[in-house]
């Protein structure tokens, strides 16, 4: 029998209910304690007759001995601050996306679990769905050969959040899930983002972004909290083979494509390619592959019990936040500069 992990959660709002689930059907945890700051809150997700108990200071949580992880669902704002006394009371610690609310701060995290030498996760939830493991399994196996274009679509009549933008709401999953699908993980060198608030809600309820990735690539991300219709769609080109993920289409969530351009150039001069490049165009056929259905967070709450037992870095772990983070605050810097591009470099820690 694999060790059990004592694990609390932190934060019983809309999202914390989802990891005290999922903690508690995991065989790797026991959930020892919920904690809120409002109790009612905390009592109410672990229901009546339960041996999980209430916490509602995280003080005296933190000084528990009975507990070895936390799991941080609490605002963003909040994350840097929780998450550094969990680690310097020596808790692993998984913390709720986005890792924090600045590159700063997520940078300060990163380096305060290395020096305790406690697993700091994040919960990208995306890459632990079946369908993002096949996809990352795809890439790096070469099947769709070299990544021309990501083209990623997250739209949908969302809730116009008090705090963030449409960039900060719905732009943390595909960059995550292009954070793990991508050889090398997400290090564009620039990024250029383009927003819009037609309403006057006061942020940009829409908005574009577009990253170029080496090798001449370019990924292109488009969040929108106004369209009627809801589309989670996901485009590779590759220069041997697209995959369309659809994921609100289960009958077939993903598609390979055998199908594409070619290009054949047969000028030696340059000046002369332009004319002698011929294009012929491949048509294969769609694989659609039978992926399992699985919940994401149960992978997840695994995933961490994996890393603290084997004492490695999780799937999504500290630098793939602060990678994650850092392409977002270059996002805010090129909406103030009217979509100019922004260098990485310039924004992270
Ligand atoms: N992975 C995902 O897909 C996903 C989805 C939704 C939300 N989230 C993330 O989950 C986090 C929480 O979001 P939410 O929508 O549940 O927020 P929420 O406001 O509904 O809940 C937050 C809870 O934290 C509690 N809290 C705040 N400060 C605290 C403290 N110092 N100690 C103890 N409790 C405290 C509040 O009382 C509240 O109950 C955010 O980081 C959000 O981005 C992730």
């Not at 007759?49 to 000084?63: F, H, P």
């Not at 309820?205 to 991300?221: Q, R």
Request: hydrophobic share 45%; net charge negative; glycine share 8%.
């Amino acid at each position: 029998m694999t060790e059990q992990y004592r694990g609390a959660v932190i934060g019983a709002g809309y999202w914390g209910p989802n990891l005290v689930r999922n903690f508690r059907g995991s065989s790797d945890w026991d959930l020892v304690a919920v904690c809120d700051l409002d109790e009612a809150r905390a009592r109410k997700v672990i229901g009546a007759r339960s041996t999980v108990e209430v916490e509602t200071d995280i003080d005296r949580l933190l000084q528990r001995d009975d507990i070895d992880a936390v799991a941080i669902a609490t605002p963003a704002r909040t994350h840097a601050p929780l998450a550094l006394k969990a680690l310097a009371a020596g808790k692993h610690v998984l913390v709720e996306k986005p890792l924090a609310d600045t590159p700063e701060a997520a940078a300060t995290m990163v380096a305060a679990a290395d020096e305790a030498g406690r697993v700091l996760m994040i919960d990208h939830t995306y890459c632990f769905t079946p369908a993002v493991q096949y996809i990352h399994d795809v890439v790096a196996d070469g099947m769709l050969g070299d990544i021309l274009y990501i083209d990623s679509v997250r739209i949908n009549l969302g809730l116009v959040q008090p705090d963030v933008d449409v960039f900060w709401d719905l732009a943390p999953h595909d960059l995550s899930i292009l954070d793990y699908i991508l050889p090398g993980g997400l290090a564009p060198e620039s990024v250029s983002a383009n927003g819009s608030d037609p309403l006057g809600a006061g942020k940009a309820c829409v908005g574009y972004l577009s990253m170029p990735l080496p090798g001449g690539a370019i990924a292109h991300v488009n969040v929108n909290w106004l369209s009627p219709t809801k589309i989670r769609q996901m485009v590779i080109g590759g220069s041997r083979r697209t995959l369309v993920w659809d994921d609100l289409n289960p009958q077939q969530r993903i598609a390979i494509h055998d199908r594409g351009v070619d290009l054949a150039i047969q000028a030696a001069d340059a000046e002369e390619q332009r004319r002698a490049a011929t294009v012929s165009y491949r048509l294969g056929d769609i694989t659609v592959p039978a992926l399992p259905e699985k919940e994401a967070l149960s992978s997840m709450v695994g995933e961490f019990a994996a890393a603290i037992r084997e004492q490695r870095a999780p799937r999504t772990d500290g630098p793939a936040g602060l990678r994650v983070l850092s392409v977002l605050d270059a996002v805010s810097h090129s909406l103030e500069r009217g979509g100019a591009p922004v260098s990485l470099e310039s924004v992270t820690p």
